[in-house]
């Protein structure tokens, strides 16, 4: 079954505990992005990588940080939380870029207290 | 730098009544998608657009794309309980098609 799959679905956590969200897809896709839904905003884009080795920043990069050393993960890294950043992030990829239908793993709950 | 705007923010509809969200864009669009999320749920794709004044429809959801690219709407007819969501509208503007989320119509239905 053609799949986005992100773990843990839910954490909480303290200020400044460094945490991993991972994300993996099953269909070879080349571009994935990190998106965080937060109410009234909408889903803003974090981070994409549009293939192993290749990433850019989204709309609100600052506080997170991704690799992408292989094309099935992406990783996203909070090296130092705070309570800002308590969201529901979404990982998400696509076949070739924003032209194609993207796929949604099924979120992260993230409290940072 | 690009804005989506979706209005409205919520909408409640009675079963079996017709509502429209739209979808704004401070500049010309490539292509317009739109996704549906169901409570506690994760973004699900419906449709995109790609041409100047397309219409899609899929069964009771019909979606436009505007004449200057710059706008989209999805009307529903006939809603039904199943429609309860959010539904979002998504644009890109530049070569990669890197997307731009609307904020989006939160649709709840009364029996």
């Known amino acids: 079954e053609a799949q986005v799959t992100q773990n843990p679905r839910y954490l909480i956590t303290v200020t400044g505990k460094k945490l991993t969200v991972t994300c993996s897809q099953n269909?070879?896709?080349?571009?994935m992005s990190w998106y965080r839904q937060d109410p009234g905003l909408g889903l803003r884009q974090i981070y994409y990588?549009?293939?192993?080795?290749?990433?850019d920043k989204g709309d609100v990069p600052e506080g997170y940080k991704v690799s992408r050393k292989e094309k099935r993960n992406f990783p996203l890294i909070l090296e130092s939380p705070s309570p800002n950043q308590t969201s529901l992030y979404f990982c998400?990829?696509?076949?070739?870029?924003?032209?194609?239908?993207?796929?949604f793993g099924p979120g992260t709950r993230l409290t940072v207290l | 730098g690009q804005q989506v705007m979706q209005i409205p923010q919520y909408q409640h509809v009675q079963e079996g009544e017709d509502f429209t969200t739209y979808c704004n864009s401070s500049?010309?669009?490539?292509?317009i998608q739109w996704y549906k999320q169901r409570p506690g749920g994760h973004p699900v794709f419906l449709i995109q657009?790609?041409?100047?004044?397309e219409v899609k429809k899929q069964k009771r959801l019909t979606f436009q794309f505007g004449e200057a690219k710059k706008n989209s709407s999805l009307h529903i007819t006939a809603t039904q309980t199943t429609d309860v969501g959010t539904y979002f509208c998504?644009?890109?503007?530049?070569?990669?098609?890197?997307?731009?989320f609307g904020a989006g119509t939160q649709v709840v239905v009364t029996p």
């Open positions: 990588s549009m293939n192993v080795e290749v990433t």
């Open positions: 657009l790609v041409k100047s004044g």
């Open positions: 500049t010309t669009l490539s292509n």
């Open positions: 998400a990829s696509t076949r070739t870029s924003g032209f194609s239908e993207q796929f």
């Open positions: 269909m070879n896709h080349e571009y």
């Open positions: 998504a644009g890109s503007t530049d070569s990669w098609g890197k997307l731009q």
